[in-house]
């Protein structure tokens, strides 16, 4: 289950929250997405999970989905509303502050009873801004500080303070510097929050595809129903222009279908009858009618979400080097806030009101936000991406680690070939056309179940031959098949069975062995005792597989093929798209030596396969990617799967690890270097070369900025795309 934390920030809050529930009954794991979502594992209920929250000190909403979508905008509206609040209250005070520096000439009345005119504007910003303070001291009382802390210590300390010159004590107002940086705190906390929206626009998009009705046939009628009341077996019927809302197959009807916005294809896929459609995709020609196998959360659609959900709540190794900082960050800066005022007050003798102001703004200016956004934010941009390019990473460890990979191992049939067989080539004798040496073996094939046969049937089909009947079928074993067409006696197989019944085919000789040559497998068709051709079938690479190969060699990647066919097939195939180590004969269970050899050698390795007989050699590699199948993506094998079964994805997820890599180091040097910076500065190392000793409410715009700048630079990975074209 997924849960919105309240009150909740990154860093200490976090990891509390994640420790208390680890140690809970029924909970095996807990990880925060960001420092409100948190997603959960187990068997626990919500109403013990949620009793384990509030007795941290914070609360808890069961999400889902769009109920998640909407939570989000309702956060946005609420900080934008307590930062218009806080912001009208603090205007005036921030004339005030303005007429102490002689930049603003306020009435004379006015000044005379400033503190209690600022005492009474300041009281509607504490009031609005209560909750800062509340999760301020729950942390301080449950031994985890976090940021709310130390802007409750800061600004409470410096009202407090103010609170006793309005009252006779003789020293300087900080009402209007309370103030402000709660508004502008506010006011970065709206702006995280919109950036944080934008972050999760990937889930937002593949949720808003949903359809949410259908048209099914019941008692041979059609009536439209909600697509959550849709079952498995249903007829349903998609009209043009109309979406397809669950996965089934095709039983009637020839269209278009564009699927883009869930495979990232962008040329529309022609579907006829026993073709697969997926649901969220949109019928662009014709109607179809199509019976349902997959509903509710076994579509693709949910699949996709589903992962792409894992993948955002999983925390990257690279995280635990900002979470090991953030966990005494807090304290440390506590620690630093005291020894700036100790060294003004005490050492320095710059007075008391010096003293606070350093301390106060020490305290504001430190921003263990930054810290806790830096990773979470670009991993849940990085996810969303992978999923609208067809790359869906099973967890954030997979994104970052697939960066790393320096020598591909890829399994030949379904991988590198399309899967199964088909006709390459056709190669009349003189007098003959392709056409008819094609409709004179699908006349016999067509009575036979061999994949070869089925290779011959559907090359006729999609050419639209006429074939005639045959009788007298009979299969020859280890040669062809044999019977009668139209009154004449033909034969499809191998030379042997040419060669048995007296059929000279020495014409056709050379191109036997060329194209077997080629990795073809040859069958030559005879009629009434005379060769007419031969045709060629062979598990066809797949279009895209070569470029590929040829850009993982362009990332200096040692690339290997590994098959179970035998060394001329495989030598053939590797050399048609450019594969210098091939791995023939190999047996399924014994993939996984390899793999595991050149990892022995130094290589970072990731195996790309099926996911089924591959999984062994998947699991071994440093990274497993695993290709899709139709439209079931949940593949247990592999960290990385490829929706489209498109090699040129595994280059695509590569390339966006990369850059997903490169952003959150950019935040986490950004949220390093504000802090080395901004605490230095707050604390007056620059007072005594400038005179002038940075002003709290400037420290709360700064921390609030580097909070929102942050979030800000992962929310604009959006814009990345992949470097081909689909």
Not at 469 to 480: D, L, T, W, Y
Not at 675 to 703: E, H, K, R, S
Not at 713 to 721: C, E, R, T, Y
Request: hydrophobic residues 50%; charged residues 20%; aromatic residues 8%.
């Amino acid at each position: 289950m997924r849960l919105k934390i309240y009150g909740a920030s990154p860093g200490a809050d976090s990891r509390k929250i994640e420790a208390a529930l680890k140690k809970a009954k029924g909970v095996h794991s807990a990880s925060f997405e960001d420092s409100e979502t948190l997603s959960i594992e187990g068997d626990a209920s919500f109403d013990s999970v949620r009793d384990k929250i509030i007795s941290l000190g914070f609360d808890a909403e069961l999400l889902e989905g769009e109920a998640n979508a909407k939570k989000e905008e309702d956060e946005s509206a609420a900080y934008w509303k307590r930062f218009l609040l806080s912001a009208v209250f603090s205007f005036p005070l921030l004339l005030f502050m303005l007429a102490d520096f002689n930049l603003f000439r306020l009435p004379e009345f006015v000044m005379e009873n400033a503190a209690w005119i600022e005492f009474a504007l300041v009281i509607p910003v504490l009031f609005v801004n209560k909750r800062i303070f509340v999760k301020g001291v729950k942390s301080v009382l449950t031994g985890s500080p976090t940021m709310e802390s130390l802007v409750t210590l800061g600004v409470g300390s410096s009202m407090f303070y103010s609170v006793a010159v309005v009252l006779g004590y003789d020293g300087h107002l900080y009402f209007e510097a309370g103030a402000i940086i709660l508004s502008f705190i506010s006011l970065g906390k709206y702006l995280e929050s919109v950036a944080k929206g934008r972050t999760s626009q990937a889930i937002k998009k593949l949720l808003g595809l949903q359809s949410k009705t259908a048209v099914v046939f019941r008692k041979n009628k059609e009536i439209e129903v909600s697509v959550d009341d849709v079952v498995v077996g249903d007829v349903v019927l998609v009209k043009p222009g109309g979406k397809v809302p669950v996965d089934g197959v095709v039983v009637e009807g020839e269209s278009f279908i564009d699927e883009s916005m869930v495979t990232g294809e962008s040329v529309p896929v022609k579907k006829k009858k026993g073709d697969l459609v997926i649901g969220a995709t949109i019928n662009q020609a014709g109607s179809l009618k199509f019976k349902a196998t997959k509903v509710g959360k076994d579509t693709l659609l949910s699949q996709i979400i589903k992962l792409v959900e894992e993948a955002q709540s999983s925390k990257a190794p690279i995280q635990e080097l900002a979470d090991k900082v953030s966990a005494v960050f807090v304290p440390a800066v506590f620690v630093i806030a005291v020894i700036v005022f100790s060294f003004w007050f005490l050492v320095a003798g710059s007075g008391f009101d010096f003293a606070l102001t350093a301390f106060v703004s020490v305290l504001i200016i430190a921003c263990p936000c930054a810290l806790g956004l830096a990773t979470p934010t670009a991993i849940m941009v990085g996810s969303g991406l992978g999923a609208e390019n067809g790359v869906l990473f099973k967890n954030s460890a997979a994104l970052q680690k697939i960066e790393s990979v320096n020598a591909v191992v890829l399994d030949k049939t379904g991988t590198i070939t399309i899967g199964k067989p088909v006709v390459t080539k056709i190669v009349p004798s003189s007098g003959f056309s392709e056409d008819e040496v094609l409709a004179w073996a699908a006349a016999l094939e067509k009575h036979s179940e061999h994949p070869l046969a089925n290779a011959v049937v559907l090359e006729s089909r999609n050419r639209k031959l006429g074939v005639g009947k045959a009788i007298g079928f009979k299969s020859v074993a280890g040669k062809g098949v044999a019977g009668k067409v139209k009154g004449k006696t033909v034969l499809v197989g191998n030379p042997a069975l040419l060669k048995a019944n007296k059929v000279n085919h020495a014409s056709l000789s050379h191109a036997l062995l060329e194209l077997e040559k080629q990795a073809n497998t040859v069958v030559l068709v005879a009629v009434d005792g005379k060769a007419i051709g031969l045709i060629a079938i062979a598990d066809a690479v797949k279009e895209t597989s070569a470029e590929a190969i040829r850009e993982f060699k362009k990332m200096r990647f040692k690339v290997a093929m590994i098959t179970g066919d035998n060394e001329e097939t495989a030598k053939a195939i590797a050399k048609k798209v450019g594969i210098d180590l091939v791995y023939a004969r190999v047996l399924p269970q014994d993939k996984e030596k390899h793999v595991k050899a050149l990892k022995k050698k130094g290589f970072r390795v990731a195996m790309i396969g099926d996911g089924i007989n591959d999984s062994p050699a998947l699991a071994q590699a440093d990274v497993g990617i695993a290709i899709g199948s139709g439209t079931d993506v949940a593949i247990e094998a592999g960290d990385v799967v490829l929706v489209k079964s498109d090699l040129r994805d595994a280059v695509t997820a590569i390339r966006l690890s990369s850059f997903v890599l490169r952003k959150i180091k950019e935040n986490l040097a950004w949220a390093f270097a504000f802090n080395l910076i901004g605490i230095p500065i707050a604390a007056g190392v620059l007072y005594p070369f400038t005179g002038t000793l940075l002003n709290p409410a400037i420290a709360g715009a700064a921390m609030a900025f580097s909070s929102v700048a942050v979030t800000a630079n992962s929310a604009l990975m959006k814009n990345w795309k992949p470097s081909r074209k689909n």
